[in-house]
């Protein structure tokens, strides 16, 4: 089993900043690709950014050059670092980690979500 455990959500005005953290524990021997999600109220998750085992980050063009994300492989810990905020980035964001079992066998676990409120 593989638990994660978010922080750093919250509320902050247009143009601040955040950062969150998401740290995975457990069965997570080979843990491959980490990144973030968010959900708005009605709308669909959507893919915030993510990162490879190697460093190679993707982000989703509406948060490029405000975004970053970063990995510590060393802690099992991703970080999304949100500068610039603006009231649509107000979301539930939700970090993931894919763990690699075997060659045919991984899993997608995801975090319970913290919230994030911009507004003024």
């Known amino acids: 089993q593989v638990q994660l455990a978010e922080s750093g959500g919250g509320l902050v005005q247009p143009g601040g900043s955040l950062r969150l953290s998401c740290a995975a524990s457990g069965n997570i021997a080979n843990i491959a690709d980490m990144g973030w999600y968010r959900q708005a109220p009605g709308k669909q998750r959507e893919l915030v950014a993510e990162?490879?085992?190697?460093?190679?980050?993707r982000y989703a063009d509406s948060v490029k050059d405000r975004f970053t994300v970063s990995r510590d492989n060393a802690k099992n810990t991703v970080y999304l670092q949100l500068n610039l905020l603006k009231p649509e980035d107000t979301a539930v964001y939700y970090c993931?980690?894919?763990?690699?079992?075997?060659?045919?066998?991984?899993?997608?676990?995801w975090g319970q979500g913290t919230q994030v409120t911009v507004s003024s």
């Open positions: 990162i490879t085992i190697g460093g190679q980050p």
């Open positions: 993931n980690v894919d763990v690699v079992y075997s060659d045919i066998l991984s899993e997608r676990y």
